[in-house]
C-alpha cells in the first residue's frame, strides 16, 4: 500500500519560517517528480512547488517564489517544503503528491495533509 505522510504543520507567526516533510513508503519515488498542493479556507486548492525525479529542476507558484524551497532526498523517500517569511495568505491545508508531472495537475498519489497557520 502507497502512504505519503505529511508532517511539520503548525501555527507560526507572520513572519517565521516551518518546515515540510513528506516521507512516502509502499513505493519509491526516486524516478518520478514529486510536489505540493495546498488549500486555504474557502479556496480552491493550487499548485505550490514541484521537483523533478533528480532534484536538479524544482518549480513555484508565484506567490511563493524567493520564500519557499522545495527539495528531496531520494534514500530517504522524503520530500521536503521550507517555507520561510510565512504570510497570512500561506495559512493552509498542505498535501504532498506523487508521481507529478504537470504544474497545476496533482500527481497519482496523495497524502493527508498537514496545516499551516500563519497569524499575526
Known amino acids: 500500500q502507497v502512504q505519503l505522510v505529511e508532517s511539520g504543520g503548525g501555527l507560526v507567526q507572520v513572519g517565521g519560517s516551518l518546515r515540510l516533510s513528506c516521507v512516502a513508503s509502499?513505493?519509491?519515488?526516486?524516478?518520478?517528480?514529486m510536489g505540493w498542493f495546498r488549500q486555504g479556507p474557502g479556496k480552491e486548492r493550487e499548485f505550490v512547488a514541484g521537483?523533478?525525479?533528480?532534484?536538479?529542476?524544482?518549480y513555484y507558484a508565484d506567490s511563493v517564489k524567493g520564500r519557499f524551497t522545495i527539495s528531496r532526498d531520494n534514500a530517504k523517500n522524503t520530500v521536503y517544503l521550507k517555507m520561510n517569511n510565512l504570510k497570512s495568505e500561506d495559512t493552509a491545508d498542505y498535501y504532498c503528491?506523487?508521481?507529478?508531472?504537470?504544474?497545476?495537475?496533482?500527481?497519482?498519489?496523495w497524502g493527508q495533509g498537514t496545516q499551516v497557520a500563519a497569524s499575526s
Open positions: 509502499g513505493r519509491s519515488f526516486s524516478s518520478d517528480g
Open positions: 503528491t506523487g508521481q507529478w508531472y504537470e504544474k497545476t495537475v496533482p500527481g497519482k498519489y
Open positions: 521537483i523533478s525525479w533528480g532534484g536538479g529542476s524544482t
